[in-house]
């Protein structure tokens, strides 16, 4: 069973700290990785993909990606309290599915 | 702006009723995806398809069934709605193409309620 796995926290930091989200994968051969932003009552909301490994930064978002360990992981910088919200890691196997971890809830304290 | 649509944000049928759920994408996208999301369970794959007419069991099919006759139209069937598919439903697509191939862009979801 392939398995993306994320700790559901919540993870609480306060307003201007940067949040630290990770997320371990068990399908070796995973190409693309996603990180969404889901508010409570919303759909996922696509905010970075991934694709090699090393550091892609977007904004107030980096996401990183280490193949080696099946690895990824987001930071956001200054945080705000409207980055509050649970954040869904996925991953891309073999053919056309992508799997998604259970979400890390985000807390930021203003 | 990829936008996937959703025929109902809210729906409540009885128990035995047959549901129609659809979901409209405008990108062109080849790939369309229906999940159920549920407090605990994360996002669960019900059915996905790849091109027109093309569909593929997801991990929890029982129950329902879809239907693609359009590329652009994806729809979701209750066969005979039970309790136990009340949850939240949520309609994605995506392309194959390019870098940006395979990110999954979802519709506002449709929460429905079985009584």
């Known amino acids: 069973q392939k398995e993306v796995e994320q700790n559901s926290g919540p993870l609480s930091v306060p307003e201007g700290a940067i949040a630290s989200l990770n997320c371990t994968y068990s399908d070796r051969v995973s190409q693309s990785f996603f990180w969404y932003r889901q508010y409570s009552g919303k759909s996922p909301e696509l905010i970075m993909s991934?694709?090699?490994?090393g550091d892609k930064e977007d904004g107030r978002f980096t996401a990183q990606l280490n193949k080696a360990s099946q690895y990824v992981s987001l930071l956001i910088r200054d945080s705000q309290p409207s980055d509050s919200a649970t954040y869904l890691c996925?991953?891309?196997?073999?053919?056309?599915?992508?799997?998604f971890g259970a979400g890390t809830r985000l807390f930021v304290k203003a | 702006d990829v936008k996937v649509t959703q025929s109902s944000r809210y729906l409540v049928k009885r128990t035995g009723e047959k549901v129609f759920l659809e979901c409209v994408q405008d990108?062109?996208?080849?790939?369309m995806f229906w999940y159920r999301q549920d407090p605990g369970l994360g996002l669960r794959l019900i059915y996905f398809s790849y091109d027109v007419k093309m569909k593929e069991k997801g991990d929890i099919p029982e129950g329902y069934s879809v239907s693609r006759e359009k590329k652009e139209r994806f729809s979701l069937i209750l066969e005979s709605a039970s309790t136990n598919q009340t949850s939240m439903y949520l309609c994605?697509?995506?392309?194959?193409?390019?870098?940006?191939?395979?990110?999954?862009?979802f519709g506002p979801g449709t929460r429905l309620t079985v009584t």
């Open positions: 990108m062109d996208h080849e790939n």
């Open positions: 991934i694709y090699s490994n």
């Open positions: 996925a991953v891309k196997t073999g053919g056309f599915k992508t799997i």
């Open positions: 994605a697509s995506s392309s194959n193409l390019g870098v940006q191939g395979y990110e999954q862009y």
